[in-house]
């Protein structure tokens, strides 16, 4: 079909021989594929449409108006409607699995933050973690970040294990009652937990070991972690999350190495092009730099 005529099936879809729009047939046809928008946003969005992708062809309305028939009217509407929606599938195609990415954003009145980063329980570092949580107090932070590896999950990894120190068991059991503490501490905040690259063990065991076990309720880290319990809310492995207008990342999201010869902190700066603070590093490190608009953007490693 050539773009002209194509063009010339959409008037014929929206206006009558008097150049009145038929309104009943495309609210019959709005209803019947259930496209969210309006009769008089549709008009507009059409308009538009065939500007931008035809331009003017209304010249050779009536020469080509007796050729469309009803059917032709009915599958161009379903070519609008792909555009007004995107899930729209006039052909039938087969069910994606595809899933959409969507960034988690922290809500707006969760703004006064303790932002905890790969504490790798059972290999915590007491004095560092008691002078966060002193200082979380001090500040009466409204929001607790844990952001990442906060559970080693040594006794599973997929590397090459000393077998002295393998006991999963203490390991949940230390981290529950870290949380335990942490909720006792702040038993008004939000607490918010990021699953990093160690948190992900435990699915990637089950998923290698015991795969009929994926997608129980009782097999996962939430409930292994009693995250519920403690109301803790959970955010998957590789999803990074929206602070206003700083991204926050464990690392891992970025699936390659973000060093730099100069620091790691510029690396992520060269891959994110925004302010983000990430951990996974181990290290301390931070790259400010101004855009072309003079915009400062600070990338931060914890």
């Known amino acids: 079909m050539n773009s002209t005529k194509y063009a010339r099936q959409f008037e014929v879809i929206f206006y009558d021989d008097s150049g009145k729009p038929k309104r009943q047939l495309i609210k019959e046809l709005i209803e019947r594929d259930s496209l969210p928008i309006k009769l008089d946003s549709l008009y507009r969005k059409y308009k538009q449409w065939r500007h931008y992708k ?13 050729a469309i028939t009803e059917e032709d009217i009915v599958t161009d509407f379903a070519f609008m409607g792909s555009e007004v929606n995107p899930d729209f599938n006039p052909f039938g195609l087969p069910e994606s699995l595809e899933k959409e990415y969507k ?9 006064n933050i303790l932002f905890l980063s790969d504490i790798h329980i059972p290999y915590h570092n007491i004095q560092a973690l008691t002078m966060a949580l002193r200082y ?12 990442g590896d906060i559970v080693d999950f040594y006794a599973i990894s997929r590397f090459e294990k000393d077998p002295r120190k393998r006991d999963l068991a203490k ?22 937990y990021k699953c990093g690259n160690h948190d992900v063990r435990f699915e990637q065991y089950i998923m290698k070991n015991a795969p009929d076990l994926l ?6 880290l939430e409930t292994l972690l009693h995250l519920d319990k403690y109301n803790i809310h959970f955010i998957p492995s590789l999803q990074i999350t929206h602070i206003g207008k700083l991204t926050a ?9 973000v060093f730099s010869p100069v620091n790691i902190a510029r690396g992520l700066f060269l891959r994110a092009k925004d302010s983000a603070i990430c951990g996974h590093h181990h290290q301390a490190s931070e790259h400010s730099e101004p855009n072309i608009n003079g915009k ?5 490693i914890s």
């Open 103 to 111: 960034a988690f954003k922290l809500p707006i009145n969760d703004n």
């Open 54 to 66: 035809f331009g003017a062809v209304t010249q050779i309305r009536e020469q080509l108006r007796q």
């Open 171 to 192: 390991e949940v059991l230390y981290t529950r009652d870290f949380l335990r503490t942490l909720r006792g501490i702040f038993p008004k905040a939000s607490i918010y």
């Open 296 to 300: 400062v953007v600070t990338c931060l």
């Open 215 to 220: 997608g129980l309720n009782e097999f996962n």
């Open 136 to 147: 979380g107090v001090e500040q009466k932070v409204n929001t607790i970040y844990l952001n």
């Open 249 to 257: 990342l464990h690392g891992h999201e970025m699936m390659t190495s």
